[in-house]
């Protein structure tokens, strides 16, 4: 416990007089904290994993609206089998002309397209849905609370070295005055003998 104290008293004291001899500029507690908490690199992958949680919910929400599909497919074909099959699914099949055996050996190419509009109406699913959409919101309530405890022990670490700064500090004030001191005591002794 006394080594961790001397450790991080004697970071302190460095990081002061660093700051002393660069002239840095002295900051209140709270633009301390204001600036770790915007640059802190693990609050924005934090922040980023509400925003991906949230985003999870309107996405489930969504599960709930009524859905449209909208396809087309389209075909040519100029093989025997698929081009009579295409000509008999279109119902234009002439007896008189696609019957011969050129036309059904050889045929001409045939195109086919298929247009297709669904609408999917979600009626029951048996609190399927609901479930996804409560499950994400325990996902935002999580990450929250993760953004939060990230932001509290930041806080924390950024008040134990300021406080560290501090301390460096009185402690360096008290060695100078103790400097002056000794000096005057070696200046009284060397008058005094």
Excluded: W
């Excluded at 609190?127 to 309530?141: E, F, L, N």
Aim: charge should be positive; include cysteine.
């Amino acid at each position: 416990m006394r080594s961790l104290f001397l450790s991080r008293l004697l970071l302190a004291g460095i990081v002061a007089l660093a700051a002393n001899a660069a002239l840095a500029e002295k900051l209140e507690y709270k633009q301390c904290v204001a600036t770790a908490l915007a640059q802190n690199p693990d609050l924005a992958i934090s922040r980023a994993q509400i925003e991906q949680a949230e985003a999870a919910v309107r996405q489930a929400q969504g599960n709930k609206m009524p859905r449209v599909n909208l396809s087309l497919t389209a075909t040519r074909s100029n093989d025997a089998l698929n081009a009579f099959g295409l000509k008999l699914g279109q119902q234009v099949v002439n007896p008189a002309t696609d019957f011969g055996p050129t036309a059904l050996n050889h045929p001409d190419a045939v195109n086919n397209f298929n247009t297709r509009i669904e609408l999917l109406v979600p009626v029951y699913n048996g609190g399927m849905v609901q479930s996804y959409v409560d499950t994400a919101k325990a996902y935002v309530r999580a990450a929250q609370s993760g953004d939060e405890v990230a932001r509290q022990q930041l806080t924390k670490h950024v008040l134990m070295a300021y406080q560290g700064v501090h301390t460096a500090r009185a402690y360096i004030k008290l060695a100078d005055e103790a400097r002056v001191a000794a000096e005057e005591y070696v200046r009284i002794s060397d008058r005094l003998y």
